[in-house]
């Protein structure tokens, strides 16, 4: 027990005790506190530099790419800034719009998600995956104004869009990859006509020339081999079904088919009808053309067996 003498004393010092332990307990909360205010300044700092770079990143995106304008067909196509070399975004929204425009215009009526292009550096593709807003994320591989090779890339992967594209288990890709190599030779075809009298801008009607020729290039390419349809789709046959994109077998078939589309142009609205069946369909290259068949209006359906025809294939086989 504690003498009453010395509890005066040992009062002050459990107060000299208490008050001490507050000091340290308050330096050790202010030293904590300190701490926490350095890492959230360099925090506001380093979001301070990425908000300077997003600033900076969309003053280089034009306006009509900023707020995805639909054009005169009503699609929203973005060019997201990227690695174009001397192509600038605003130059390249306007030869997709008109590298669409051939086929999109033939399409009255209908309604796409938003098609946000982006730079690859390995060819372009479409991607299965979305984007958060739902848009088609499209990659090209086109840099310096090449605005002949950026057409062609942009058409292939449109038609992609409009065939449908979807990630199954497809024999018969091989078709819907044709279908697009002549999309690009047709509408860079048509381009080449348009842009001799109606370019993006009055100074561009020389590049008219260039479309053409881009074209017609790969076509004469393809001219010069011999055999007919039929016969190259058959000795082709299982190399089609394991490389859908074997682009020298592509093109062959691509040229082959592109009268029929350059004489009904309305044909290329058949396309909105593939993969929409059972891919149970896709085993057999007749049994994917009697689905279509079946799809497609009642006015389109004399062009689709003039497709299987020109392989030589009985649509009226398959539906038995």
């Known amino acids: 027990m504690i003498p009453s003498s010395l509890l005066p004393l040992f009062a002050v010092l459990m107060v000299t005790s208490t008050f001490n332990q507050n000091v340290a307990l308050a330096q050790s909360e202010d030293a904590l506190l300190k701490r926490r205010i350095a890492e959230l300044e360099a925090e506001n700092k380093s979001l301070r530099k990425i908000i300077e770079q997003i600033q900076q990143a969309v003053k280089t995106v034009p306006p009509a790419a900023v707020t995805g304008a639909a054009n005169s067909e009503g699609l929203r196509i973005i060019v997201m800034p990227g690695d174009w070399g001397d192509s600038q975004t605003a130059d390249m929204k306007k030869v997709v719009d008109s590298a669409a425009h051939p086929i999109a215009s033939l399409l009255s009526g209908e309604s796409f998600a938003p098609i946000l292009i ?36 942009f058409a292939h992967e449109f038609c992609h869009i409009l065939c449908n594209y979807r990630n199954v288990d497809n024999p018969q890709m091989w078709f819907e990859e044709t279908l697009c190599e002549c999309a690009s030779l047709y509408s860079l075809r048509r381009m080449g006509k348009n842009w001799e009298t109606n370019p993006p801008y009055s100074n561009w009607k020389n590049y008219s020339t260039a479309l053409t020729n881009y074209a017609n290039a790969r076509i004469e390419a393809q001219r010069s081999k011999a055999g007919t349809l039929p016969e190259f789709y058959r000795s082709n046959k299982p190399e089609l079904e394991k490389n859908a994109t074997n682009r020298e077998l592509n093109n062959f078939i691509a040229v082959k088919l592109l009268p029929l589309f350059e004489e009904s142009p309305k044909a290329w609205q058949t396309v909105r009808y593939l993969n929409l069946g059972p891919a149970s369909e896709n085993k057999s290259f007749q049994q994917y053309l009697a689905g279509w068949h079946q799809r497609v209006p009642e006015e389109h359906r004399e062009f689709v067996s003039e497709v299987a025809n020109a392989f030589d294939i009985q649509l009226s086989a398959a539906s038995n």
């Open 118 to 153: 982006e730079r690859s550096q390995s060819g372009p593709i479409t991607l299965y995956k979305r984007g958060q807003g739902n848009e088609y994320i499209v990659k090209l591989d086109s840099t310096n104004r090449a605005w002949a090779q950026l057409s062609f890339q």
